[in-house]
């Protein structure tokens, strides 16, 4: 891996409605079953807690959503360019995360993540999260299927 980003070589901004159509095209590079323009829109309109991370030149790395539920907050969706993977983007938008989720006042943050995806478990694993459940069916699969989505739960 190599060396985390050092922050003045990073932008971290709220996310806006100006930011959706650069968001959506990094959501659709890295997931097969990506979240539509509406899911975004709809975040934000709702008063989601959306963040943009953008490199010294202006382009976007990575993002996240998070919604605040009374004393909990909730990793909608967090993503990293893939080619900017495995330079500590990903643990650096989750301490943003955690820093968001602590100033609305939350006591964890849950995500839910795909078993299949090896790459996220491992890294929210050693970020501190704990697997609390499933969800039986939660995603779309292969060939009209579905998969499960493992609950993970970090407290602050």
């Given at each position: 891996?190599?060396?985390a980003p050092r922050p003045d070589e990073l932008l971290y901004a709220p996310m806006t409605m100006d930011d959706v159509d650069e968001v959506l095209a990094l959501e659709r590079s890295v997931y097969p079953y990506p979240?539509?323009?509406a899911n975004f829109v709809d975040?934000?309109?709702s008063g989601y807690h959306g963040w943009a991370l953008r490199d010294e030149r202006g382009a976007l790395v990575g993002y996240f959503l998070l919604m605040s539920v009374v004393d909990e907050a909730h990793l909608l969706n967090v993503a990293v360019a893939g080619p900017r993977q495995g330079q500590g983007l990903g643990r650096y938008l989750l301490d943003k995360a955690a820093a968001c989720?602590?100033?609305?006042s939350a006591a964890s943050i849950l995500l839910e993540v795909r078993p299949s995806n090896t790459r996220a478990l491992g890294i929210y694993a050693?970020?501190?999260?704990a697997e609390i459940g499933r969800r039986r069916g939660y995603y779309p699969a292969r060939d009209g299927q579905r998969e499960d989505a493992i609950v993970m739960r970090y407290t602050l």
């Open positions: 891996m190599s060396a979240w539509t323009r975040s934000l309109a989720a602590r100033g609305l050693r970020y501190g999260f």
